[in-house]
């Protein structure tokens, strides 16, 4: 790659001290970095620090006339490849998000006309609250790359999501950066529509693995068609596992393929995206908030504070029924040929539940799979649920695992059967078709 021109904002907090990595990793590869600090961030790392090792003059202030000689700060802000926020505090994030321009890194933010990547440093109470939450979906919608932030123990001595990615991935976030179209900060890529309300995240459990990855993720390329922006879409994918013991559970057959490409449709469509997954070794998909869970019962907790939602789509395969009563201990054979009773109980149906509650999404939608008579026990299932589409697909021809999928969508309006198409194209097709019934509703919170 040829030698790029890259502006890099540090914000002040804790984990500013990666920033010097990532100068030293990105002059390494032979692109020119120029360092703008923040008043918090001089207190975290010294303007000689990175002036050493950019080979560049360090700027700290909007103030600084003889920088305004030299170079103003439009000037600053346009002359770079691209722009990268490293770490971006919650609080600069909040600037980004509304416009504010109070000092000399976020008026050089608000000015640019360049791409714009930030990786984001908080403590995870900061990151996962809705405030946060909604400003990251703002500055995504504004064509914003703001990277996922690592999990994981904070120097605050709390755990989860709020890290400071690795400046090896931040370094590689910026290579692949610069070597796609990024949308320009600014609206270019698709920023909110005026009087478009924005949605609330889902408010997490912590004790829950969390997980949600926009790195490195070639196939991710943020588009200009975003109609499902400003919707907030919940999503369940995958089998669940009922334990019998501690080694043997019950299970439905299920990759988990479907869903998690409903999931990345979504979010490619702009969605803010609430993926709740059965035990599957899938990859989390760009853009997409991932809860894992074991069990129907915890699915059906996950889901149940993961509303509300604009849409919710239910393709896990729910075990009906779990054990009775798990074992603590392995059962053992006793040689004596006797088979030891398994009493079941039975699940919660969550999209049964969903279609009842208080916080029904405007658009609930079931997955079904059949094996024979796939349209008239898609109706049947339609009324039961109480849900509005029931996405149907006849496994007969065994797609579970597979990468193609034949579906018929069944609601009130009648049946829509489509082609066999791969999993991903059923998805793309699905989401469109909800951003089109989504069109026809107002968003969640503006009523
Ligand atoms: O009843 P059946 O399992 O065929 O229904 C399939 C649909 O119901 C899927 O959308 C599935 O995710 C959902 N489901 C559920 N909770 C269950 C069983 C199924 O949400 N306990």
Redesign the pocket.
């Known amino acids: 790659m040829t030698a790029k021109r890259i502006l890099l904002i540090i914000g002040g907090g804790i984990a500013a001290y990666k920033s010097i990595e990532l100068v030293r990793l990105l002059r390494k590869s032979g692109h020119v970095v120029r360092c703008v600090l923040t008043r918090a961030g001089e207190q975290f790392v010294t303007p000689l620090t990175l002036a050493a090792l950019s080979e560049n003059k360090v700027y700290t202030s909007l103030f600084d006339l003889k920088d305004e000689v030299e170079m103003g700060h439009i000037q600053l802000s346009r002359e770079a490849d691209l722009v990268v926020v490293a770490p971006a505090t919650a609080d600069l994030m909040a600037k980004m998000a509304g416009g504010i321009a109070d000092d000399l890194a976020t008026t050089l933010l608000l000015a640019t006309d360049k791409p714009v990547l930030a990786a984001p440093a908080m403590n995870v109470r900061m990151w996962l609250h809705p405030a946060t939450q909604r400003n990251v979906s703002t500055l995504r919608g504004d064509g914003v790359t703001v990277m996922q932030p690592d999990e994981g123990e904070m120097a605050c001595g709390e755990y989860g999501p709020g890290r400071l990615p690795e400046p090896e991935a931040i370094h590689a976030a910026i290579v692949e950066a610069l070597s796609s179209p990024l949308p320009l900060a600014g609206g270019a890529g698709g920023g909110p529509v005026a009087g478009e309300a924005e949605v609330d995240m889902p408010s997490p459990n912590p004790s829950r693995k969390r997980e949600g990855d926009f790195r490195g993720q070639p196939d991710f390329a943020p588009t200009n068609h975003r109609p499902l922006h400003g919707r907030r879409i919940l999503i369940?994918a995958g089998p669940?596992h009922e334990p019998i013991d501690p080694v043997r559970y019950i299970a439905?057959r299920s990759s988990g393929k479907q869903g998690f490409a409903i999931a990345a449709a979504a979010a490619e469509a702009g969605a803010e995206v609430l993926l709740i997954a059965g035990p599957v070794p899938l990859p989390t998909p760009p853009g997409v908030v991932r809860v894992d869970v074991e069990t129907?019962r915890e699915?059906?907790e996950e889901?149940a504070g993961g509303l509300p939602a604009d849409a919710a789509?239910?393709?896990?395969?729910?075990?009906?029924w779990r054990a009775a009563d798990t074992r603590a201990q392995k059962i053992k054979k006793d040689g004596s040929g006797a088979v030891p009773p398994l009493a079941l109980a039975e699940?919660?149906?969550?999209?049964?539940?969903?279609a009842k509650s208080p916080d029904r999404p405007p658009l609930l939608?079931?997955?079904?799979?059949?094996t024979n008579d796939v349209i008239a026990h898609a109706e049947a299932?339609l009324a039961?649920?109480g849900?509005d589409w029931?996405?149907a697909n006849d496994v007969s021809a065994d797609p579970m695992g597979g990468e193609t999928n034949r579906v018929h969508i069944i609601s009130k309006a009648g049946v829509e059967s489509w082609d066999r198409l791969p999993k991903g194209a059923v998805a793309r097709k699905l989401m469109e078709k909800i951003a089109d019934d989504l069109d026809l509703r107002s968003p969640l919170d503006s009523d």
Do not use: Q
């Open positions: 369940t669940t439905n129907a699915m059906a889901v789509i239910m393709v896990a395969a729910v075990a009906d699940n919660p149906d969550i999209l049964a539940s969903v939608v079931g997955f079904a799979a059949e299932k039961r649920k849900c029931i996405v």
